[in-house]
């Protein structure tokens, strides 16, 4: 059984936030991202972290930042009946 890993997004501009994923997600890749850009100005991903607590920990040890979950990977923190 393959162990999960768990990212964390953070970008500047133009928006201050972090963002937890999982490492399947489409737009995480394994911590490399979508980007294509040569230079990531800003934004950084953090990872990757054995528990989503190491993770969530990382995430509210920035400072100054908003803490989102991944609608993709998280959709159960979504789903609000
Ligand atoms: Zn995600």
């Given at each position: 059984m393959e162990k999960e890993t768990y990212f964390v997004f953070e970008?500047?501009?133009p928006k201050?936030?972090?963002r937890i994923h999982r490492d399947?997600?489409?737009s995480c890749f394994?911590?490399?991202?979508?980007?294509?850009l040569a230079k990531?100005?800003?934004c950084k991903w953090n990872?990757?972290?054995?528990?989503?607590?190491?993770?969530e920990g990382k995430a509210r040890s920035i400072p100054a930042s908003e803490v989102l979950f991944c609608k993709l990977c998280f959709p159960e923190k979504f789903d609000k009946p």
């Open positions: 970008k500047w501009n201050r936030f972090v399947e997600c489409s394994y911590g490399r991202g979508t980007q294509k990531r100005v800003s990872g990757p972290y054995g528990t989503l607590e190491e993770a």
